[in-house]
């Protein structure tokens, strides 16, 4: 590994590719583009086109594709290949501006939640410039945003691309108040992915993982994580291995993989690259996760991205790291060292409160799934109820700000806004809260909800929207302000104040919490179907209008195909619980008591009494039973699922889950009771326990 600088970004046509291959001006006219997020000059497409043809062409690249993020959590692709005839059965290899601008994939399997009648199936595909194309196997992939032909929104980048503009325009009027002039401000991310490894052979044995990503049946090993000894434990071989050539893999398409260790449950592991802007830390998240899926299959082994793989012990999520900052590379969420940058802090922290107060609904429909269900409150991931973590120090700042008190640090500190130094915000590693749903750490704030196997545009791009809505809010107040500073304090101190139910230092998992936030009016929203029914409230289709991210109807599309992906999950589980009862556990509980009632027979015959046999023989045969009633329940329910989509998704969550729930807690029962060799599955033990 010593070629590391080498081979860093080698599979993409980064900026150094660009200035190598690219014509000086067209250079320069795309770089314009990528850092100001201006309009592509068509002119300069097939100068590109043929520039990246021939990088991909002599890295061995046979095909292209547009590469893009529909609303379904994966990304898509169609290739093409290069070759163009030329006669005489002949070709070459051919790549247009026009191709790389503009593609059409028969798109009409995609979800558009009725944007797109399937008749009229033409969505296309438009490069996105400011993000780099890179080679994936054989193929150049080129980043693509994806649309209607009406020009409605089908995909999940190009709303996240509007949303940094959003917030940018706004920023940048924002920072003139403060003396500041600035082209562009960015939002920049870093996520955090967790996932489990687990060996490719018992993966292969479990109809659960296969069609669901998660167990739906497994009763809890012996030892879970209560011995603390996995997390930042030594790491298998086996899995050193894999992440080696994880890192390798994503740093060849310049993902900046920085940290990998262990994590709490046992197979559970942690990648977590350097930040950068949020666009491409979305693409690269997305590709992240392909790749780790490539690279353990390369290992015999199976990476499960799914939020809750195994019941008892820990799911999995991705911290979406998230900050802004101007073109310059000014963090504005960092604390500064002169009064002025402390007051510009300040502002920016009151516009994310208040943000975060006034979407906690789109927090945390952004982060809703079937998978993530199972984690949100379950007092191992945070709460679904949002709140803000902002560490001791900053809170005793915010609440002087508050009262009008001064703000005593060490006995000598006043808080003024805009006229005293803060106290230096120290950013604490040893006391961080691990239940706030949303942190500060020091010069961003963690979202600590995304499930790890979501795409983080989603997360980004309400944060983005709504914090350049407050951003809005304040520059128009301001910028009509008599004298500034004295508005500036009037502004923070109203809105921290109005705001201040939102900020919570304390146990995010106790029951207090739960109670204290409904006395304060915050919303708790456990199950995906009730968040998602106020995706489109007034209030945000009016936010997102505002901030020209999306329409009525983009809202609700994807309200719909985020229930009806809930809905089509939770089907899925239970036709295979199902499907696991009828022909796995079932027959399996049947054949262990069959054969002890072999033996019993034997034993009778040569005069033994068999005592225990028959009591094994009742328990079994009384369980099975239960189960098998437990088993007509859930069938039933299934079988009244209504076919109105909300109603469904509701039923689902309060019928078809508790009538899984109750069967699987029958099963696993019996799979303490039933002789290891008639268990027809991988235990936990087994599968979180590998070598
Ligand atoms: P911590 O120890 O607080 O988790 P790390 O340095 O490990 O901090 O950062 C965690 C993640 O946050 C990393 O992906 C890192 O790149 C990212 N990060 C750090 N600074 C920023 C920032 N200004 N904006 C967005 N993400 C950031
Ligand atoms: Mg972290």
Redesign the pocket.
């Known amino acids: 590994m010593s070629k590391v600088p080498e081979l860093f970004g080698c599979n993409v046509f980064g900026d150094s590719a660009m200035r190598e291959k690219l014509p000086r001006d067209v250079y320069k006219a795309l770089r314009h583009t990528m850092q100001n997020g201006t309009a592509l000059d068509p002119q300069i497409a097939d100068a590109v086109a043929s520039a990246m043809r021939d990088w991909a062409v002599a890295k061995g690249a046979t095909h292209y594709t547009h590469w893009f993020q529909p609303m379904t959590g994966v990304t898509a692709e169609k290739h093409d290949a290069f070759i163009s005839p030329i006669g005489e059965g002949k070709i070459i290899m051919e790549f247009s501006g026009k191709e790389l601008i503009k593609g059409e994939p028969d798109a009409s399997s995609f979800p558009s939640g009725g944007l797109r009648a399937t008749f009229e199936a033409r969505g296309y595909t438009t490069w996105d410039p400011t993000s780099y194309a890179f080679i994936k196997d054989d193929t150049l992939c080129i980043p693509t945003a994806f649309c209607s032909y009406t020009g409605d929104i089908l995909d999940k980048k190009t709303p996240l691309l509007r949303s940094m503009e959003a917030i940018s325009r706004q920023a940048v009027r924002v920072l003139k108040l403060f003396g500041k002039h600035v082209e562009r401000v960015l939002t ?5 992915q967790e996932y489990f490894l687990i060996s490719k052979e018992d993966y292969q044995k479990r109809p659960d993982l296969i069609l669901t990503g998660r167990t739906l049946f497994g009763a809890k090993a012996p030892k879970g994580q209560e011995m603390d000894d996995h997390y930042f434990g030594s790491i298998r071989p086996k899995v050193k291995r894999f992440m080696n050539e994880l890192d390798e893999e994503l740093w060849k398409l310049g993902i900046y993989s ?2 990998e260790h262990n994590e709490a449950a046992p197979g559970q592991h942690e990648m ?4 950068t802007t949020a666009n491409l830390a979305t693409d690269q998240n997305q590709l992240t996760m392909e790749i780790m899926r490539r690279v353990a299959n390369r290992h015999g082994l199976v990476c499960l991205l799914h939020e809750k793989p195994f019941e008892g012990v820990n799911g999995s999520g991705k911290h979406n ?3 802004i ?1 101007t073109d310059s590379g000014e ?1 504005l ?1 960092d604390p500064g060292k002169t009064p002025m940058d402390n007051a510009q802090f300040l502002f920016f922290l009151t516009a994310v409160i208040k943000a975060v107060d006034e979407y906690q609904d789109l927090l945390r429909i952004s982060v809703a799934s079937a998978g993530n269900d199972h984690r949100l409150g379950g007092n191992e991931a945070p709460p679904a109820i949002v709140s803000i973590y902002v560490g001791d120090e900053l809170d005793a700042v915010i609440r002087s700000i508050i009262d009008g008190t001064s703000y005593i640090q060490n006995g000598k500190t006043t808080m003024d806004i805009g006229v005293t130094t803060l106290p230096r915000i120290p950013k604490d ?1 040893s006391d961080r809260n691990r239940t706030s749903p949303f942190a500060f ?4 704030f ?1 979202f600590r909800m995304p499930g790890s196997s979501f795409n983080i545009a989603c997360a980004n791009i309400m944060l983005n929207s709504a914090v350049a809505d407050e951003l809005m809010q304040f520059a128009d107040e301001l910028e009509k302000a008599d004298e500034f500073e004295p508005a500036l304090n009037q502004l923070i101190r109203r809105e921290l104040t109005a705001h201040s139910r939102i900020l919570f230092n304390g146990n995010g998992y106790s029951d207090e919490w739960t109670i204290e936030a409904a006395r304060r009016g915050l919303l708790n929203l456990p199950s995906t179907p009730e968040a998602l029914l106020r995706y489109t409230d007034r209030k945000n289709v009016e936010m997102f209008a505002r901030q020209g991210v999306y329409n009525y109807q983009e809202m609700q599309s994807r309200q719909d195909i985020t229930m009806e992906e809930y809905a089509k999950t939770i089907h899925i589980e239970a036709l295979t619980s199902l499907d696991m009862l009828d022909k796995m556990i079932i027959p399996a509980c049947m054949e262990y008591s069959g054969e002890i009632a072999k033996g019993v027979a034997a034993k009778v015959q040569i005069g033994i009494e068999a005592l225990s046999e028959k009591r094994a023989i009742e328990m079994l045969t009384e369980k099975t039973a239960q189960l098998m009633t437990a088993r007509d329940d859930l069938v039933e329910a299934v079988a009244r699922e209504p076919a109105e989509l909300n109603a469904r998704g509701l039923y689902q969550h309060e019928v078809v889950i508790p009538a899984m729930e109750r069967a699987r807690a029958i099963a696993d029962d019996l799979e303490h009771r039933v002789a290891k060799k008639y268990w027809p599955m991988p235990t936990y033990a087994d599968l979180l326990f590998y070598v």
């Open positions: 920049t991310v870093g996520p955090e920085k940290t977590a690259p350097i930040f790291n998230w900050s900052a963090n969420l590693t750490t020091g010069n961003k963690e």
